[in-house]
């Protein structure tokens, strides 16, 4: 902790960060006045933003829950973000005590609330990592303990790749985690695009270059290239709500304008 003793080492309460922004959509406490500010200009930029992070949240947990019914035991969470409800051991481990996660983030906040938050879980960790050094990330000694590569592991990479910008090869990164995985192991992505409301979007991207890590919407056939070389699952690459729903689907769904699919490694 730094001298004040609120905050970690390297983090920043000045400037807006994007896992403290999530946390204050959610209606977390884990964030601050810097924060705050930037969230209310994006809720005028995009009325739709708590909705867009709701819908963001629970496609994280269909998606688990798809894979863990698909066997899967293992999970790995990129960019996990603050803790929140619902957290992927939690459902994992709702339906094997067994099952184990590893959570990865760069941002100090988020990896001490996160230790604090899997105290006592011997089978969830955390790890400070950042994603765009995969050899790093596969080489963690968390991630040789908790986490067998010769057994299919859920990859999970939701709402992170849209700050991964394109000089940094976004697609040359999932490539990477994809090819240290084995065969039966599953890729998930949530990413926003500009598609469906491309005035919001670039409102939004605008905002964004304020906070600590500026976003990059993509289209749908640039999201695509990263389920290169692995079997989209039905529905594909569809909106956030659309994305095996387990309820009724929202109306107008592209209103959610964050694309979500599944791949699966074949071989």
């Known amino acids: 902790m730094n001298q004040a003793g609120s905050l970690p080492d390297g983090a920043e309460a000045d400037r807006p960060s994007v896992a403290r922004l999530y946390d204050f959509f959610l209606g977390g406490h884990h964030n601050f006045a810097a924060d705050r500010e930037l969230g209310r200009r994006l809720i005028q930029a995009e009325p739709n933003t708590r909705m867009i992070v709701r819908e963001n949240r629970d496609f994280l947990g269909r998606a688990v829950r798809y894979l863990a019914d698909a066997g899967v035991r293992q999970f790995i969470d990129l960019g996990s973000g603050i803790p929140t409800q619902e957290n992927v051991h939690e459902i994992a481990q709702r339906g094997d005590a067994e099952a184990r996660v590893v959570y990865v983030d760069n941002d100090p906040g988020v990896v001490a609330h996160s230790k604090y938050l899997l105290r006592g879980n011997p089978l969830a960790s955390i790890i400070s990592a950042d994603l765009r050094d995969p050899g790093a990330v596969l080489r963690h000694p968390e991630m040789r303990r908790l986490i ?120």
């Open 148 to 267: 067998d590569v010769r057994q299919p592991v859920g990859l999970l990479m939701i709402t992170v790749l849209h700050f991964v910008p394109d000089e940094d090869d976004p697609v040359g990164i999932v490539r990477k985690f994809a090819a240290a995985l084995p065969p039966g192991s599953f890729l998930a992505i949530s990413h926003a695009t500009a598609e469906a409301a491309p005035s919001a979007a670039a409102k939004v991207e605008e905002l964004y270059r304020s906070a600590a890590t500026p976003v990059r919407t993509r289209s749908s056939l640039e999201i695509l290239q990263f389920f290169e070389g692995l079997e989209l699952v039905r529905p594909g690459l569809v909106y956030l709500p659309l994305w095996r729903h387990d309820g009724q689907v929202p109306a107008s769904p592209e209103r959610a304008w964050f694309y979500a699919g599944v791949g699966r490694k074949v071989s």
